[in-house]
């Protein structure tokens, strides 16, 4: 039954931690859309492979 368990929470946690990502994602998106500076885009892309790492 614990091993079930544990599975079940994993499954659950890499969800939130997908959801979290899409989420970031969007919010990321949505902040830089209307900025298209060479600074804003290096930051756009620093902030996008973090949210990769997860």
């Known amino acids: ?4 368990d544990s ?3 994993n499954n659950l ?4 931690i997908n959801e979290l ?3 970031l994602e969007n919010a990321l998106e ?11 885009s290096r930051v ?3 902030i996008q492979k973090q949210i990769e790492l997860l």
């Open 44 to 46: 756009y892309n620093e």
């Open 21 to 23: 990502k899409q989420d």
């Open 7 to 9: 599975t079940i929470l």
């Open 1 to 4: 039954m614990a091993i079930k």
């Open 30 to 40: 949505e902040a830089f859309e209307d900025n298209q500076t060479a600074e804003a």
């Open 13 to 16: 946690r890499e969800f939130n």
